[in-house]
């Protein structure tokens, strides 16, 4: 069995017995916009073929968006894609991003812990939040202890969605957030950046 498998966030929350929640918990922290990436990235919108498979949004919209936050946080942590995932049978398989917290012994080493996750969905958003908790759910387990708020963002390039999860609860942040305005989808990341920051080990 693997992450694909699970279609829906419902299937995922009953198999689990995790507690579902919807509310506004990103408080959304300023992050300013390039004006040269934000050139780049309307060339792409305009001229590319940005939406034709998931790999496709991945590679122009959202690892470009993801890597713009990052470079605030790079002595932190370090952002796999497409890296293999094992928790045991049932949870394991190959997320498309996952933001770890750097290694002392470089850059090389998928170390512990593991803080956000990424799915691209190209329209189907529950199937894309039942693939991205079961693999937030082998994150936790993987992380110890279950205390720890672990992250999971699901994107279809153009929409993002945030969720996260503390022990057996999951909670969706209820407002979604558009690549059209920038400046808050920034704002949204870079939230989550800094809450992970605070969960670093000494």
Known sequence: MSFSTYKSLSAVVKEFQILYTEADFIVESACSVN??????????????????SEAAICENLIYPILKEIWKGYVNEFIVWSHQ???YDEK???????????????GK???DQPYFIIVEAKKDNFDEGWG?????????????????QVVYGVVSNGDNWEFGQLQGAEFT?????YSIQLLEQLFAALNFIFIQCKKQLPN
Not at 91 to 104: C, E, F, T
């Open 84 to 86: 293999l995932l094992y």
């Open 131 to 147: 693939q991205c908790l079961a693999e937030l759910v082998a994150v936790q387990k993987l992380n110890q202890p279950l205390e």
């Open 172 to 176: 969706k942040n209820i407002k979604t």
């Open 35 to 52: 004006e040269n990436f934000r050139a780049e990235l309307e060339l792409v919108l305009r001229k590319g073929m940005v939406r034709n």
């Open 108 to 110: 090389i080493v998928f």
């Open 91 to 105: 949870l394991a398989g190959v997320p498309d991003y996952i933001i770890a917290k750097r290694s002392p012994l």
